[in-house]
C-alpha cells in the first residue's frame, strides 16, 4: 500500500473515532445525570447506547492493529507511533491522535464517575434490604474455611416474605 493511501486511512479513523468518542462522551455524561435520578428505562438505553459506541471503538481499534500489521508494524502504541512516522512523515495525523486520546480519557473518567453512583447507590440498596430483612445481605468477614461469617447485628425484622 502506498504511504499516502495508509496515510488517508489512519486519518479516516481517527476521524471516526473522533465522532464516537463525542457521542460516547456525551452519552456518558448523560448516564450521569440519569443515575443520579432513577429512571430504570432510560438507564437501560443509554447503557445500550454506550455499549454500541464502546462496540464501534474496538471495531475501529482492530481495524488500526490490522493496518499496521498489514504493513508489518506492530499492533500497540509503538507500532502505531512507527506507522504514522512512515506514511506521515510531515505528522499531520499527531494533532488528531491526541485528540482522541485526550477525549478517551475524558470519557474514562466519566465512566469512573458514573460507576462509582453505580456502587454507591448499590451500596444503599444493600444497606435498605439489611435494615427490612434484619440480616446483611452479603458477609461481610470470611472465617477460615473461606464461608461468610456474619457478624452480630442488632435489628428487628420489619416483614417477611
Partial sequence: MDPAVCREHLAELFREEAALLVELEQLLTREGTILEGSDIREIEQTTRARQERMGALARLEEQRRSLCALHGFASDRAGLEA?????????????????????????????DRNGVLVTARLQRVESLLGALTGRPTRPDTYGRRGYGVTSIRSGRVLGAA
Avoid at 92 to 107: D, N
Wanted: charged fraction near 25%; include cysteine.
Fill in 83 to 111: 506507522i504514522m512516522a512512515w506514511c506521515d512523515p510531515s505528522g499531520s495525523l499527531t494533532e488528531s491522535l491526541r485528540v482522541c486520546a485526550g477525549r478517551a480519557i475524558r470519557c474514562r473518567e466519566l465512566n
